[in-house]
């Protein structure tokens, strides 16, 4: 054999049982860049930007991928009832290029990666229901007549086609209340849940797993309670950390492994303010041996809060559930670095999974909504008009995470800045991803430093990029 030939064998034999690596130097990055004055909506620039040698004076993100975090689940919105009923109402033809928008990821379609769905109505559906609605004074414990009802006419066939689009997609669902006959106070909004109908609504989650998997449609996870702590919704449920501990270790968390059930149970899903409750519920072996980890929002609180969840349990999965991002109709600017940096980058580096926004589509009134507590003024993040799509700042701000951050991506390291905050990503294919928010009051010039190159950045005020290489 030629030595030459022997060599390379050799070296390759070496190199395929070695688990020493190192970064490929690279060239060029591209960058999806959005502006404030809204010359750019996540739109990709030609000129790819070019890594050399050297560096300037200005500061500098330092991206290193030897240093790991998390492994990200998606990002993405909840596909309220009012979201599918809009969508399914759109004509055959608009409702394609409008998913296929939303969930592909060729061309300039944003690849969202993760759904979440109202286990029943949410404060965004036309009507509040529930899977097993009884008259007035009459119960159904054995659960006979649940059925999923109006989500067979807007939710799942929407779902079945976003799924025919990306079937790996993530699902999480989330109860709003539970049927009114299991309630202290017998009403969709408020009250408590019995505790002799315990043990029914844990069967009624888990039939609710079943029947949607019968329909084709895999629930990776739901969380307990929708904002366990604020029951002015409608529909809504006051649950204390004690019960949903107690909910969860002496009945859902049986129900499920003895019906063979490998969906994830994620407590709380409530705002960064109560750091204390998923924590309280995770200091019980008993329940936390269920639990897959914390969901949370950040309409109080600091985001902050989701590294004191991982810290005090850093076993348990952190994933951030919900944030109503809106912008003024009309307006010439757009404020795309707060819902960046607050919740794609905020929440990602507090060790979140995923970010999810609120609420993928209503129309030009914010309608649907519930009476007696539902959202008047929730915004989608298109606004469907019959068959006229509008964009809006949680689809922008979704966009600039979802497209490139796939699923099974891994945080990795980059130094964080008040002027110039950012997240960095490893792809599954190898890429690196770093998100970037000029949250300053001025244009910012800056260096991004890989594998010992460095390219020119600028930043004009209020933009955000996503640089890929």
Not at 96 to 107: I, K, Y
Request: aromatic share 10%; hydrophobic share 35%; glycine share 8%.
């Amino acid at each position: 054999m030629n030595k030459y030939i022997s060599l390379f064998l050799l070296g390759t034999t070496l190199l395929g049982t070695t688990t020493i690596s190192y970064a490929q130097k690279p060239a060029t990055a591209s960058l999806w860049l959005t502006r404030a004055d809204r010359s750019a909506l996540f739109e990709k620039q030609k000129e790819p930007l070019k890594f050399d040698a050297t560096g300037s004076n200005n500061f500098t993100i330092a991206v290193d991928d030897k240093q790991t975090y998390q492994s990200i689940d998606g990002f993405g919105f909840a596909l309220t009832g009012g979201s599918a009923m809009h969508i399914i109402r759109m004509s055959a033809d608009s409702r394609a290029e409008l998913l296929q928008n939303l969930f592909a990821t060729s061309e300039n379609n944003i690849g969202v990666s993760y759904i979440r769905l109202s286990i029943g109505a949410s404060d965004l559906n036309e009507k509040v229901f529930s899977y097993d609605d009884m008259p007035n004074g009459q119960t159904d414990p054995t659960l006979k007549h649940f059925d999923l009802g109006p989500d067979k006419q807007d939710v799942i066939p929407v779902m079945k086609q976003i799924l025919a689009i990306n079937p790996a997609i993530k699902i999480l669902g989330s109860p709003w209340s539970p049927p009114a006959w299991m309630k202290t106070n017998n009403d969709t909004r408020g009250g408590r849940l019995k505790p002799e109908y315990w043990g029914t609504y844990a069967q009624y989650l888990v039939k609710y797993i079943q029947g949607m998997r019968a329909q084709g449609i895999k629930i990776d996870a739901i969380t307990i309670q929708n904002e366990p702590l604020h029951p002015g919704n409608n529909p809504s449920l006051l649950l204390a950390a004690p019960d949903e501990g107690a909910f969860i270790k002496n009945n859902l968390g049986p129900a499920f492994k003895a019906a063979g059930i490998k969906t994830k149970i994620i407590l709380y899903d409530h705002n960064a303010d109560r750091p204390d409750y998923p924590i309280s519920i995770l200091n019980d072996a008993a329940a936390r041996k269920y639990i897959d980890g914390s969901g949370f929002h950040l309409y109080g609180g600091d985001i902050s809060a989701l590294t004191t969840v991982h810290n005090a349990h850093p076993d348990k999965n952190i994933y951030f559930t919900e944030q109503m991002v809106v912008e003024p109709e009309n307006q010439s600017t757009i404020d795309i670095t707060w819902p960046v940096k607050q919740l794609i980058i905020g929440a990602t580096r507090n060790w979140s999974r995923n970010v999810l926004e609120w609420n993928l589509a209503a129309d030009q009134d914010y309608k649907p909504y519930t009476d007696r507590g539902g959202c008047p003024s929730c915004q989608g993040a298109v606004t469907i008009n019959k068959n006229d799509v509008k964009k809006n700042i949680a689809y922008y701000s979704i966009a600039h995470a979802s497209k490139f951050v796939r699923p099974g991506s891994v945080r990795i390291a980059s130094n964080n800045t008040d002027k110039l905050p950012n997240v960095a990503f490893k792809t599954p294919d190898g890429k690196k991803v770093l998100i970037v928010a000029n949250a300053s009051d001025a244009a910012q010039d800056f260096n991004i430093q890989y594998a010992g190159k460095t390219l020119a950045a600028h930043l004009d005020k209020g933009s955000v990029g996503t640089y890929i290489w």
